[in-house]
């Protein structure tokens, strides 16, 4: 058995052997070894088994996620998922797609700024993030969405979906898009992201995002008993959809959840009934592998994951939903109150804001479990 574990900052693959013991698993390392390539990786193989000639890597699969909107009281939480395909187990998709992508911001650049949300879209201005994630839906659908309903059917289930119509503010609510983003340039950025990632045999399978809203968000930490906990659930249960679309070993990478260190139960809840192997367990970082359907999983949550390119899309991806829907929520009560100052939604502007709409509030019969989330 295989296991590939982060180890001062680089990989390294260590061989494993399962025993079943007393109804469960205990793992000895069988023949233990570390190498930090996958070169290196073949060239031992051949060395501890006997091999006459060297393997090729398998296709693996790699998964990031992250999240937008913890902290606020108002607006939705989003939490993303983005789904990849290489042929390659230790391909840095930064490193394999430097033409088409940056990871800073650049006078006239023209590759896809991946980055974390807070880079991406320090200015305040949305046409960066706007333009990076439509980009990337292009290449993935062949089309930009033209209102805020099509976003939200390119990457959310059904499921999430369905959890919009108690929300009043959005009934009937219109918003196009793009809202500040030139649809040539996304295009044309789409096109060079396709090829290089052709040429660097790297897919872009799927994008899912969950949308939490308020009445969702205040019943789920009631059961849950803390937000950190709701935002682990929510996220892996992403994780969990798109395993289920993986058929080789996996990477999943995660940005840490509030401050929690400890995620092994969550996975054995969420992700499988297996053995789970803890690695790391620090402020940092959190490292887990598990032998799940004959392929081999490792997980790790990391502080500031936005390093690792499939979590850095995720964060982009659920920054901008939220954003949009921070437009629809502020231009909704712009509307019953002109000259309303805009809000955030975190906490500190949000109870000015819902004083401000109080009245209104009142009389249009909207009540605050539908629109005030309570952590």
Known sequence: MLRRILCNKSYKYYFFSA???NNGRMFQIAQSTAVSTVRDLR?????????DNLFEVEVSFLIGTDEAGYGPNLGPLTVTGTLWKTEDVSTDLYQALTESVRQSRVKKGEGIFIADSKRVYSSGAIGELETSVLSVLFSLNGRIPETWVELLEMISPAEFIDRIPDQTWLSGRELE??????PERIKRLAGAFQAECANASVELLEIQCAAIFPPQFNSQVEVLGNKATLLSAETLKIVQRMMAKTDDDLEIGCDKHG???KYSALLQQYLTEEFVIVGEESLEASDYSFRESGRDVVVRFQ???ESFLPTALSSLVSKYLREVFMRLWNDFWQLQIPGLKPTKGYPVDA????SDI???QAELGI???LIWRNR
């Open 19 to 21: 025993t079943k013991v």
């Open 43 to 51: 060239w031992r193989l051949v060395e501890l088994h006997n091999l």
């Open 177 to 182: 898009l793009p809202l500040k983003s030139e």
């Open 259 to 261: 401050g929690r260190s």
């Open 303 to 305: 502080a500031k994951g």
């Open 351 to 354: 109870k000015r804001f819902k």
């Open 358 to 360: 109080a009245k209104v």
């Open 367 to 369: 009540a605050d479990r």
